[in-house]
Structure formats: C-alpha cells, structure tokens
C-alpha cells in the first residue's frame, strides 16, 4: 500500500464489483488511495496466478472508470494463506477494509468465512458490500453479531 496516507483496501476475488464501487466513492470522499488486493493461497492451481493478476488489471481499470482523475489505486496479488490472515495482515496498514458479502448457496456469513474472520480481527473498520443481489434490510448472519461492522450503504462516510 502506499506509504503516504492509509489507503481503503478491497480484497478481490471472483466479481467485486459492488465492492470496487464502494470503495472508488469511499476514497474519492476521503481523499485518499485504493489498494486493490488478491490473494493466491500457496498450492492452488498454476492458473490462479495469471487469474489473479487479470483480476487485478481488470479492476485497476474499472476504478479509475468509476472515477476518472483520481483516485489513486495500486495493486497487490499476494502468494500467501490463509486468505483472511493476508488480509487481516495488510489491514494493520489501511484506512478501512472493503469486502464483497457473498451470499448464495455455499457463500454465507458464516463463523469461519473470511469475512467474519476479517471482521472479527482486523484493526481498522471493515465494510461487507453487499452483492448485487441481496436485500437491504436483511438480517445480518449470528457469525457478526456483537462486531461493530461499518454498513456499506449508499451516502455513508468511510
């Protein structure tokens, strides 16, 4: 992450694309940069680097769509494991960590879900952006409850 101010973080995988969005409007208003992380865990196949590295790309150009100008966004694709302790690690180093909720068949907030484990642990507020498709009065899952989570809707500081 760059060294001059604390950037937002937004940990990719698959399609974030609500979560880049959050977090290009967050920092636009903060006046500070995006750090884009992937993380590749150690014994994954020899395609998940190049996969990573497009996800990455594709990303670095779809934030400065989102917001021509600024702001500043640097990209990292990590080789490390588990996924929520890279995180959590690159965490002590941000300004806030942004994450895509994923809900769906095998995707919820569970107690062991990387985004239960960044939320538990991370020194810095997290946000759980969520997808595309969930409502926006729901329920959060009992793997949050008691955590100070920050809500990841439309107008709301970072």
């Given at each position: 992450m760059p060294a001059d101010?604390?950037?937002i973080l937004v940990a990719l995988d698959d399609d974030a694309a609500p979560?880049?969005?959050y977090a290009v409007d967050a920092a636009g208003r903060a006046g500070c940069a995006v750090h884009l992380l992937h993380v590749?865990?150690?014994g994954s196949s020899p395609t998940a680097h190049a996969t990573g590295e497009r996800l990455?790309?594709?990303a670095a150009v779809r934030a400065g769509e989102l917001a021509p100008g600024a702001p500043r966004v640097?990209?990292?694709?990590?080789?490390?494991?588990?996924?929520?302790d890279v995180i959590v690690q690159r965490a002590s180093r941000a300004r806030q960590v942004v994450l895509q909720r994923r809900d769906g068949p095998g995707h919820g907030i569970t107690e062991?879900?990387?985004?239960?484990?960044v939320a538990r642990r991370a020194t810095c507020p997290v946000v759980l952006v969520p997808g595309p498709r969930h409502e926006e009065h729901?329920?959060?899952s009992a793997a949050l409850a008691g955590l100070e989570v920050t809500?990841?809707?439309p107008g709301v500081l970072p």
């Amino acid at each position: 992450m760059p060294a001059d101010s604390p950037a937002i973080l937004v940990a990719l995988d698959d399609d974030a694309a609500p979560a880049l969005r959050y977090a290009v409007d967050a920092a636009g208003r903060a006046g500070c940069a995006v750090h884009l992380l992937h993380v590749v865990v150690p014994g994954s196949s020899p395609t998940a680097h190049a996969t990573g590295e497009r996800l990455l790309r594709d990303a670095a150009v779809r934030a400065g769509e989102l917001a021509p100008g600024a702001p500043r966004v640097s990209t990292e694709l990590a080789h490390a494991g588990p996924v929520a302790d890279v995180i959590v690690q690159r965490a002590s180093r941000a300004r806030q960590v942004v994450l895509q909720r994923r809900d769906g068949p095998g995707h919820g907030i569970t107690e062991r879900s990387t985004c239960a484990e960044v939320a538990r642990r991370a020194t810095c507020p997290v946000v759980l952006v969520p997808g595309p498709r969930h409502e926006e009065h729901e329920v959060v899952s009992a793997a949050l409850a008691g955590l100070e989570v920050t809500p990841a809707l439309p107008g709301v500081l970072p």
